[in-house]
């Protein structure tokens, strides 16, 4: 009985060109969807970035929007500061010192109590310089989300004793998430806390992804925070604009 499987008929050898058919349709069947989709169609309906509206640049958007910025005068910010008091310096980095400030309302303002918020004076002898200045200006100037920080307004003057460059912010009171982190005696942030802050500074990052904005300064530093620890992207001086139509790199040296 064990040798009967001797004389069991002999299935035939399929041929090459049925072999292939055979791998085409398990490769079809294997693939993902969209790719069967594609092999099952002989046209395609392709739209081509040429074909897409071309977004305005940051220098264009910047032109419509500088109006809403607030220009001040070097005194202005002095007295803001108390001449720059050392006891009000909040922070210190390439681009200069930063200070508490109050400056006095708009009109426009629902209340006539000082708004605080923070000054960022440009250090002459600093690693940054007027460049850097100009594109947290024309980057802040333009884009407008929750995760990102809002600049008020600026300085530019050229007096007899040089440049000055300032920049204006709506004031952060909980400081930097580094300090939370990395600072002995900082108050210990709960996992929960941590991880909305985490969203919300990735919430930041799309959405500046979204308008063509390359950050390239992402940090614990530049992560900030508000008095309910909302956090917020700060420090554009790095800053660069996305390709723009066609163009499919951007140089960021």
Excluded at 56 to 74: A, G, P
Excluded at 98 to 120: E, N, Q, R
Excluded at 160 to 176: A, D, K, P, W
């Amino acid at each position: 009985m064990n040798c009967l499987f001797l004389f069991k008929s002999k299935k035939p050898k399929p041929t090459n060109q049925q072999k292939d058919k055979r791998k085409g349709k398990e490769i079809a069947q294997n693939s993902a969807p969209e790719l069967r989709n594609q092999s099952e169609t002989s046209s395609f309906n392709l739209q081509t970035p040429r074909s897409l509206p071309s977004p305005r640049s940051i220098r264009d958007l910047y032109t419509d929007r500088e109006k809403n910025l607030r220009v001040f005068t070097y005194q202005e910010l002095s007295e803001a500061t108390y001449g720059f008091n050392r006891k009000l310096k909040i922070g210190e980095g390439g681009f200069g010192s930063v200070y508490k400030g109050k400056i006095p309302t708009t009109k426009d303002s629902d209340s006539d109590s000082p708004l605080v918020v923070a000054i960022k004076k440009l250090n002459r002898q600093g690693l940054q310089g007027h460049k850097q200045w100009l594109a947290e200006v024309q980057f802040l100037g333009v884009v407008n989300h929750q995760n990102v920080v809002k600049l008020l307004g600026y300085c530019s003057e050229d007096g007899e004793t040089g440049i000055e460059r300032l920049l204006v912010y709506e004031f952060m009171s909980n400081r930097s998430l580094e300090d939370h982190l990395f600072t002995r005696g900082s108050r210990i942030l709960p996992w929960k806390q941590r991880l909305e802050i985490m969203l919300g500074a990735a919430q930041g990052l799309a959405y500046l992804h979204e308008v063509k904005v390359i950050y390239r300064d992402f940090k614990t530093s530049n992560v900030l925070l508000n008095d309910e620890f909302c956090p917020k992207l700060s420090d554009f001086g790095l800053a660069r604009e996305g390709p723009q139509g066609d163009n499919t790199h951007v140089t960021t040296a």
